[in-house]
């Protein structure tokens, strides 16, 4: 049974960082990639960013140059550096594989 737990959510301020990172189990880590997500208050969720399988990397808007995802399959964990947060980049953030989600990390950026 897949699970995943994200971790690393806090209370900031703009300019300041933040490493999300996501607890894989259940699976062979390395057959699929992940994806973290984020809702911002009020708003749908928004893809951020996606590791695959291969390792390859890709980005979506909210990424903005600032965010970088990556992974370290000794410890099936994807994690998202967040740099330079913006108050605009408060909201949960969410891991996903195989249509699958955590239960999200609440990021707040207080200006």
């Known amino acids: 049974q897949v699970h995943l737990v994200e971790s690393g959510g806090g209370l900031v301020h703009t300019g300041e960082s933040l490493k999300l990172s996501c607890l894989a189990s259940g699976y062979t880590f390395t057959d699929f990639g992940m994806s973290w997500y984020r809702q911002r208050p009020g708003k749908g969720r928004e893809w951020a960013a996606t590791i695959g399988p291969d390792g390859n990397v890709y980005y979506g808007v909210p990424a903005k140059g600032r965010f970088t995802i990556s992974r370290d399959t000794a410890k099936n964990t994807v994690y998202l550096q967040m740099n330079n947060l913006e108050t605009d980049d408060t909201g949960v953030y969410f891991c996903?594989?195989?249509?699958?989600w955590g239960q999200g990390t609440q990021v707040t950026v207080s200006s």
């Open positions: 996903t594989t195989n249509n699958i």
